[in-house]
């Protein structure tokens, strides 16, 4: 692949070409520089045909050499490398959601005095799917009872994931037909790590199944709960305004940004920053207030929740810090690079790592304690006021774009239906007559090998305005924020005509901002719901919809991929972040085979232009097998019979 040396090639974000321009003057290296020196990268890593599981190796597969030291084939190396992406990305985010379910745990037993239960509504209802008795019952009981079984769903010895029982039932029999039906997040994790390693599972089919099985316990098991759960203590997100880009940092305030991924952490900060007496201190260093920032998914929960501004990015972390203007930045998990302490260093900027399981050598480490959350988190927010006086040069990019942002598969179904009637029916509707051809997620990251935010925008652009909706997360979110895409004024000048009708009519833009990564489970959720409402078939993989991630980086993206393949969907990925060329098989099954048996499929395409055509293809021939395509058929769907459906 190219190397991208100059700030235009490497960002389309105004923000970030000011930065990257600042930082080559300065001579100070990011994420990209370290791109260009790794050059050229490892082919044989690239194809997913080197294996280092075992001290006879490392073997690499070539026409010299096609078997490694103890016989596997390329198909077994490459089949067992993704089935580790896949586990190690399950893990990341199940082990967020078993953080977040210790905190729900506690605070339901009113064990720790700084987090409550928020959305009561939303407690009952998962009470109810789990079977715990609600009726009158006070609601830390009801909690505690919600708190245990959440916490075995990461360990329990027996049985398959709760949440499963979501999917449309003819998913869940397909699971079960080919024996993936979830079972506890760390059992498939733990089986992953054993099957894959020298001497088991050597039949790239049965590897490939149990990357199914694992991703599943993810997408259905670890990521599900921690939304859920996050929702319950921390509130439902409601679409809301919001800032995005480099240009929310404040000249005159002290600026604290929040990076990472859990919002144990920086919901406190929220709530210490309108500390009176901290406020106090700021003014008395000379600062008119303390300006909270988020930084890639963390910033996504806290926007969506709180209406707190986004500062950018993946990519962007760096960038931040060279506006001289952080005064801290505190990161929990996930995401957060290494480099940003080598820049820091070149900066006034305080970076603080917060969670014991992720400290940076040479990086101050203050312990979040959950029993202690706001007090840390005061200390943190006064360690930034503290700062503030030792700032050098600032320069703060005069970029930011209103967005709204904050969608969930609640308040779509709310928005859409009205409060009384909250339903589904109006925009199934309006796929089945075509003024919406079809529902897509565009998710994930921002890698420095492609364009920053050029493709996520790019094919969000191409699809609107062919009246396909766009739900986004992750790190898309933030790219199609600060681009416009999630500002409604911008955004519906480029949707079609069907597409924009809806939406005016119902008040939503085009794009809708769906979270965080682990918030690709309302995408999971709301897929079902559209079934369940009728009229689009009966299962996920018979809607006009499908997912992508152009830009994807981490073992997380791969895990989210895998699991909507699992659960029935394409998945559009570029070409060079899937390591699977090295075996034709495993392609040919991820790529083809695998749709046979579970109606989902892996598509390979780095140009967003040309991976829109391909999702547009796939949506109109699922609407022909829908029978929704043709004038005479929508007869079928008049009033009565939409009356009929809805009750
Ligand atoms: O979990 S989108 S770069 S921040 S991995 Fe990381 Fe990718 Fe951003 Fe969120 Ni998700
Ligand atoms: Fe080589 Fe086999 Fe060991 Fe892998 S498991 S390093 S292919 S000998």
Redesign the pocket.
């Given at each position: 692949s190219e190397v991208f040396m100059n700030p235009q090639e490497r960002s389309i974000d105004k923000a970030s070409q000011e930065m990257l321009s600042r930082m080559a003057e300065a001579g100070q290296e990011n994420v990209w520089d370290r791109l260009a020196a790794q050059m050229p990268q490892c082919g044989f890593g690239k194809q997913g045909i080197c294996?280092?599981?075992?001290t006879?190796?490392?073997?690499r597969i070539s026409k010299k050499a096609p078997l490694?030291?103890?016989g596997?084939n390329a198909d077994t190396?490459v089949a067992r490398n993704f089935l580790r992406f896949v586990a190690a990305g399950v893990s990341a985010h199940s082990d967020h959601g078993r953080g977040v379910a210790e905190v729900f745990l506690e605070a339901a037993k009113g064990e720790l005095k700084d987090y409550r239960i928020k959305d009561k509504v939303k407690l009952l209802k998962l009470a109810q799917e789990f079977g715990v008795e609600t009726k009158d019952r006070p609601v830390n009981d009801i909690a505690t009872d919600v708190g245990k079984i959440a916490i075995g769903e990461f360990g329990k010895c027996e049985g398959t994931q709760l949440m499963a029982r979501r999917a449309p039932a003819a998913r869940q029999a397909l699971w079960k037909k080919f024996d993936i039906t979830p079972r506890a997040i760390d059992r498939e994790v733990v089986e992953a790590l054993h099957r894959s390693t020298?001497g088991v599972d050597q039949d790239y089919k049965n590897l490939i199944m149990h990357a199914c099985r694992t991703a599943l316990a993810d997408g259905w098991g670890g990521s599900m709960l921690a939304t859920e759960l996050q929702d319950i203590l921390f509130g439902t997100p409601y679409p809301g305004k919001g800032e995005v880009n480099l240009g929310v940092l404040k000249k005159d305030e002290v600026n604290i940004v929040v990076h990472g991924h859990e919002p144990i952490l920086s919901e406190m900060i929220v709530a210490a920053a309108q500390d009176g007496e901290l406020l106090k201190q700021a003014q008395s260093v000379g600062a008119k207030g303390i300006n909270i920032a988020g930084m890639c998914c963390t910033a996504n929960e806290l926007l969506s929740r709180h209406g707190i501004p986004i500062a950018g990015n993946f990519l962007s972390q760096e960038l931040a810090v060279a506006t001289g203007a952080v005064d801290v930045m505190a990161v929990d998990v996930q995401c957060v690079m290494e480099g940003l302490a080598q820049v820091a260093r070149c900066y006034h900027t305080k970076l603080i790592t917060t969670v014991d399981k992720a400290r940076i050598t040479g990086v101050e480490h203050i312990s979040m304690d959950a029993k202690n959350a706001l007090n840390t988190a005061k200390k943190i927010v006064k360690m930034g006021i503290e700062n503030y006086k030792n700032r050098g040069e600032v320069y703060i990019p005069n970029e930011k774009q209103t967005a709204v942002m904050g969608f969930t598969h609640e308040s779509i179904n709310y928005i859409l239906g009205g409060r009384y009637r909250a339903s589904y029916r109006p925009l199934n509707d309006n796929i089945i007559n075509g003024r919406i051809r079809g529902v897509v997620g565009i998710v994930g990251c921002s890698n420095p090998k492609v364009q920053q935010d050029f493709t996520h925008t790019t094919l969000a652009k191409e699809l609107i305005k062919r009246d396909v909706l766009v739900l986004t997360t992750g790190c898309a979110t933030i790219a199609c924020g600060k681009q416009g895409l999630t500002n409604p004024k911008i955004a519906l000048e480029l949707a079609g005509p069907g597409l924009r009708e809806v939406c005016e009519a119902v008040g939503i833009p085009p794009v809708l901002t769906c979270g965080s990564c682990v918030d690709n489970s309302r995408l999971l959720v709301a897929c079902s719901e559209i079934v369940r409402e009728g009229g689009l078939g009966d299962d996920i993989s018979q809607l006009p919809a499908a997912g992508a991630c152009l830009e994807s980086i981490t073992e997380k993206a791969i895990a989210i991929g895998q699991y909507f393949v699992a659960s029935g969907m394409m998945v559009i990925f570029s070409n060079e972040m899937l390591p699977i060329h090295g075996s034709q098989n495993v392609s040919d099954y991820l790529l083809n085979g695998i749709e046979k048996d579970l109606g989902g499929k892996w598509v390979l395409e780095a140009d967003p232009v040309k991976a829109a055509e391909i999702i547009l293809a796939h949506i109109e021939s699922k609407r022909d097998a829908l029978g929704i395509n043709k004038k005479t058929e929508r007869k079928l769907y008049d009033m009565a019979d939409r009356r009929a459906l809805i009750i």
């Open positions: 294996c280092r599981i075992c006879m190796g490392p073997c490694g030291v103890c596997a190396i020298m």
